[in-house]
């Protein structure tokens, strides 16, 4: 998500396993200031081509923006979780793991761990890289995203 001269608010919105060749690979702030509450930032990337241009994989922000973050979760990106100014308005998690979620397993957003989802990470099985269905956040589909899609399986996530 790109903000340029531009103050949204965003509100229980996941932003999740997004690629940039440059900065903000969550969300990048250009002389704005968003409102971000009970959203979940995870598992963004800044940098995929690996030249050494690009940072904050969960949130990049200039020096005239001023993002505040309210019972946020911003964890698991690449190769940082925020670059820049920002106002921690409390309640915030802001980590380079992500704590165990269950919802993350829901590969394709329908608010229910079942077969779509299941089907989704057997296509992508063995993929190097970032897919909905490296569910872990660690660039491959493997038997800890299954294990993980297995445990979870069923769960409601529909709120």
Known sequence: ????????????TGIRRNLTDGD??????????????????????????????????GMWTTPFANPQVLNSVICGNMPNQIFGPWIDLGGNLVADECPADACDADINGDGVINILDFTTLLVEWGKVGVSDADINGDLIVDIADFSTLLITWGSDCSE
């Open 24 to 57: 903000g690979g969550g969300i990048a702030n250009e002389a704005s200031s968003p409102l971000i509450d009970e959203c979940s930032i995870k598992f963004n990337t800044a940098d995929v081509d690996g030249d050494g241009i690009g940072t904050g994989g």
């Open 1 to 12: 998500m790109y903000n340029y001269l531009s103050d949204p608010e965003l509100y229980r």
